[in-house]
């Protein structure tokens, strides 16, 4: 393979992959929104077993930076196919368990019990898989190019988005509402056995990148992220915060507050399809737009902006009007969100040296997806409960932001001590 054409074949491949993953982590976050409650907590009332379907959905971010130090630690040490095939194969098997599993009318609490167990393993696998690819993208590529290239690894999550909400559209296409409550559900989930053996297979054929650990070195790279990039690490959690924050509450929150609006949840799911569509375009401009004016330019600029439009973004919704919620969600999550999320994966890892990225650049994603996503669409449902209106909500939004801003204007580039600024301004953080 020419010099050429492997950095576009190993970011193709991280878009591919990550897509697959995210497939499966997604399609939960749609069935907590619509399915679960009734499915594993029949016996609450309907928005008590929204918050608890919720609550499920957290637990895998309470699992991701566990994930991200234990992928992190394989990728750092044995290499990062390695770790990646790994955290592929923990995803595909908990997500086609989950489409096997008995609902509460058949096995009573142990149910919920398990569908909290093997959700745990989805954050694990996530966690994982994250902050791999992002370096997969990354280490491979001219540095002047790191931006664009890189925003493919973050082109997975709208990936994700897509297949999971095609998914779900083909079953209430094909399917009666009982027929979806009773087992339509499932088909998504089990679809993961094939697609995460697609992605095992593309993920074999790649060669490794970046930097490895010598055989027999003393330590855990993951502790020695955590004492020599400390800063780093808890800054590029900030980073995450909104990025993870805004990203669920677009795309789950948004499905359980749709008839609080008068739309049918099947309309959001098309216009979230709609709108991860103009996001997979503009990613790579976002990271385009980050090598050629700086990273963090662009970051700042998508927090401030997103922050901003939570506001519009929320009276557009409450309107009722089909064009009104797509005109929400395309500006919102396939536009402003994209400034953010494009340039991210550049500036992550640029902060962070080579022998230790993999474990960084992973605990800095999943803090953040810990203190942001975690229970967004949990404390979401919580403040319409007990306000019953959108503004608590953009507010959150909005403060999430801010604190993304903040956090992204004082993240550094990592430079090792022998060497010097690089001349090429564009690949500056």
């Not at 595909?92 to 989950?98: K, M, V």
């Not at 087992?183 to 992605?199: D, H, M």
């Not at 022998?355 to 449902?381: D, E, K, N, W």
């Amino acid at each position: 393979m020419t010099p050429e054409r492997r950095p576009i074949r190993v970011a193709l491949a991280s878009w591919v992959c990550a897509s697959i993953e995210w497939y499966d982590f997604f399609i939960y976050g749609t069935a907590s929104a619509t399915v679960f409650p009734s499915v594993f907590f029949p016996s609450q009332l309907p928005l008590v077993g929204t918050l608890l379907s919720f609550a499920t959905f957290g637990v895998a971010f309470v699992a991701r930076p566990l994930g991200g130090a234990l992928f992190g630690h394989i990728g750092d040490s044995r290499g990062r196919k390695r770790a990646l095939i790994a955290a592929l194969v923990a995803m595909g098997g908990a997500t086609t368990l989950i489409g096997l599993l008995p609902g509460y009318a058949e096995i009573g609490v142990a149910a919920p019990i398990a569908l909290v167990v093997l959700r745990f393993v989805q954050g694990m696998a996530v966690g994982g898989q994250q902050g791999g690819v992002v370096v997969l993208a990354t280490e491979a590529v001219p540095a002047n190019r790191g931006g664009v290239y890189g925003s493919f690894a973050s082109a997975g999550a709208p990936g994700g988005v897509i297949l999971a909400n095609l998914a779900f559209l083909a079953v209430a296409s094909a399917l009666s509402p009982e027929e979806i409550r009773a087992w339509g559900w499932r088909l998504p989930f089990l679809a993961s056995l094939l697609v995460v053996a697609v992605a095992v297979l593309i993920q074999a054929r790649l060669e490794e990148t970046g930097e490895i650990r010598p055989a027999g070195q003393a330590g855990s790279p993951v502790l020695e992220a955590v004492r020599r990039h400390p800063r780093a690490i808890m800054l590029a959690a900030g980073c995450y915060l909104a990025i993870n924050l805004n990203y669920y509450i677009f795309n789950t929150f948004l499905l359980a507050y749709a008839p609080h609006a008068g739309i049918s949840p099947r309309i959001v799911l098309t216009a979230v399809l709609v709108a991860s569509a103009i996001e997979l375009i503009c990613l790579p401009a976002a990271g385009w737009a980050s090598d050629r004016f700086g990273r963090r330019r662009v970051f700042g600029a998508g927090a401030v902006l997103l922050g901003a439009w939570a506001f519009p973004f929320w009276a557009l919704v409450d309107t009722g009007s089909t064009w009104a919620l797509l005109l929400a969600l395309v500006v919102g999550l396939g536009v402003l969100h994209s400034l953010m999320y494009g340039a991210q994966p550049a500036m992550f890892s640029e902060a962070f040296s080579g022998a230790v990225r993999y474990s960084g650049v992973s605990l800095g994603i999943q803090l953040g997806s810990l203190l942001g996503g975690a229970f967004a669409p949990l404390l979401a449902t919580a403040m319409l409960a007990r306000f019953g209106g959108a503004l608590p909500i953009a507010c959150y939004m909005a403060a999430g932001c801010a604190v993304t801003l903040v956090s992204g204007m004082a993240l550094r580039r990592h430079l090792p001590a022998t060497s010097q600024p690089r001349k090429d301004s564009h690949a500056r953080a």
